[in-house]
């Protein structure tokens, strides 16, 4: 079993829904990914989406296209990525962390030695935002064979085709973007959602996460009652971007322990 699959695992033995914060890695301080990251594992974070920064994010809203636009600012790449996971590692073995990003960085780090290299330094599962199902049948074979979990994203707008065709080749859990738009967006429909998730369930048998638009405790409260996972960005980011490097870490933690206490209210 997979530690992405565990961990559902055990939060649906207790009746919790699953808490999982998406940062930009390298922001908004190049040395401070790791500390945040084990703020976040502290305070509540059940999985960890780790953004590898990249130059055309065009899933995304203003606030995550400048966190990658600082993290590109500062040198980090794929492999400054790839080492904050191992750093985080080296105290953390339970929560799992996935990379989110686009096909750009990973095909010209080299598909091969990136999932080698993913593998190796701990990753959990990798969510590639431009990578249909459909055109991506080697990648995520070759993820698979190597215990990495293939997620991939459904829309508002996806058929059941369409929702079909990733329930085939998903594994770990699949992400539902809540609305039609950037992350960050804030006209989160809560009743569209909760029609949305039954649907998706018919076909496909993994957790199910939402995220975009969800931007603090009460719309995170809303969510998790018609889902399996909340993810949370945008908000988080932002909320980063005003911190002193001194307190980035502790600024993590009290943004995930008030989104972890309105989930298990």
Same mark, same amino acid.
Not at 35 to 47: E, R, S, T, V, W
């Given at each position: 079993m997979s530690r992405i699959a565990a961990t559902f695992a055990k939060l649906q033995t207790r009746a919790r829904k699953a808490l999982i914060p998406y940062v =930009?890695?390298?922001?908004?301080? #190049?040395? &401070? =990914?790791?500390?945040?990251?084990? #703020?976040? &594992?502290?305070?509540?974070?059940?999985?960890?989406e780790l953004g590898v920064p990249f130059s055309d994010p065009m899933a995304d809203g203003p606030v995550v296209q400048k966190a990658s636009e600082r993290a590109l600012a500062k040198g980090i790449g794929m492999r400054q990525v790839l080492g904050y996971v191992r750093g985080f590692r080296a105290r953390d073995s339970a929560t799992p962390v996935v990379l989110m990003g686009y096909a750009n960085p990973i095909e010209r780090y080299g598909i091969d030695k990136f999932i080698a290299d993913a593998q190796a330094a701990g990753v959990d599962g990798v969510l590639v935002v431009d990578y249909p199902p459909q055109e991506c049948e080697a990648f995520v074979g070759k993820l698979k064979l190597a215990g990495l979990d293939p997620i991939f994203m459904l829309a508002p707008t996806s058929t059941d085709a369409r929702i079909a065709s990733v329930a085939s080749v998903a594994s770990g859990y699949v992400y539902y973007v809540s609305l039609k738009g950037v992350t960050g967006a804030g006209h989160l429909d809560v009743a569209a959602v909760a029609q949305a998730v039954p649907r998706i369930k018919a076909h496909v048998k993994l957790p199910v996460g939402v995220g975009f638009g969800i931007r603090d405790a009460q719309s995170a409260r809303a969510v998790a009652a018609v889902c399996d996972a909340v993810v949370i960005g945008s908000a988080l980011v932002q909320r980063l971007e005003a911190c002193t490097r001194d307190n980035v870490a502790a600024g993590a933690a009290e943004f995930i322990a008030s989104i972890r206490s309105a989930l298990d209210s």
């Open positions: =930009t890695a390298g922001d908004p301080y #190049a040395d &401070a =990914t790791v500390d945040i990251m084990h #703020a976040m &594992a502290g305070a509540g974070a059940d999985l960890i």
